[in-house]
């Protein structure tokens, strides 16, 4: 057997290296203990770029999220169709991260689908007050539910609340999030969860659409992202159970407004449709 001269050999590994590098800090980090949501810390947002050196495009990066979608540039289309998805129940995983509470999907709950392209449902968890906000509006809670294509690309779905009824998924997991807020634990195994319980509206659902970014470290770009424009209603007893669940004695966990740099907002509206 032909041996490969040593230059490939080390040739290829960096390459593998690089390749293998590059997906894992593709996703949020699940470990969130590193950095805080304190604007005046040295492991608050404006230092986070700083604090590991995969993190740094959540410093250098033009393309980042959250943001404002402020009417005056918001462009109104009707192209980019209705909302694809085909979601299953799976079995899922609450987890403690650290600043916020994760559910962790382990395969098979489905997927949306965008230009073509399936994204598989992995995980979703809660942000307050929102991080996204709408005509310089924030308001109290946001819902994140994060996919992945086969070449690792992400996309989004945000969901957006104001004080008001319960929400009803939220409700379905109060038991188990209670039960990580009082015992501690970083993980809690919860069974079969359906996300057709979570309500993203019918599909002809107006929704606003941009490229931005992940808005916890490492901040990776290039995400897809989905945020629905008709505001759902969550308790301010919900708000304060996911607050109070992660123990970082904390009263927020919402990254702070980036700059747009022009990029294009448009907000899908059907002629005829209902939210």
């Known amino acids: 057997m032909e041996k490969l001269p040593t230059q490939k050999v080390v040739c290829s590994f960096f390459i593998a290296f690089f390749l293998l590098s ?14 805080n949501y304190d604007r005046n810390s040295l492991k608050g947002p404006y230092n986070w770029g ?9 410093n250098t990066g033009t393309m980042q999220s959250p943001i404002d979608m402020l009417n005056e540039r918001v462009k109104v289309v009707s192209h980019l169709g209705i909302l694809k998805r085909d979601y299953h129940p799976s079995n899922a995983t609450l987890i403690n991260r650290g600043h916020d509470i ?15 392209t399936q994204y598989e449902l992995k995980q979703c968890h ?3 007050p929102s991080e996204h906000s709408i005509n310089g509006r924030r308001y109290d809670l946001e819902f994140h539910m994060v996919h992945e294509s086969k070449d690792q690309r992400v996309a989004v779905i945000g969901i957006i609340f104001k004080i008001g009824r319960s929400d009803p998924f ?20 919860v069974g079969m969860v359906d996300p057709n319980h979570i309500r993203i509206g019918n599909r002809n659902s107006k929704y606003y659409r941009y490229i931005g970014s992940l808005t916890i470290p490492p901040c990776t770009q290039d995400v897809v992202w989905t945020i629905l424009s008709k505001v759902r209603t969550v308790s301010r007893e919900q708000v304060s159970l996911l607050r109070d669940a992660v ?12 700059p747009i740099n022009q990029r294009p907002v448009k907000l899908y509206r059907p002629q005829d449709h209902e939210d």
């Open 170 to 189: 939220l409700s379905e997991m109060k038991e188990h999030i209670e039960a990580v807020a009082d015992t501690g634990d970083e993980e809690k195994v």
């Open 126 to 128: 809660w942000h307050s």
């Open 22 to 35: 590059d997906s894992t800090t593709s996703q949020e980090v699940e470990d969130e203990r590193e950095f």
């Open 247 to 258: 123990h970082d004695d904390s009263e927020s966990n919402a990254r702070p407004l980036q």
């Open 102 to 116: 994760s559910l962790k999907w382990g395969g098979g709950a489905g997927y949306i689908e965008i230009n073509g």
């Open 50 to 58: 700083e604090i590991r050196p995969e993190w740094r495009m959540c």
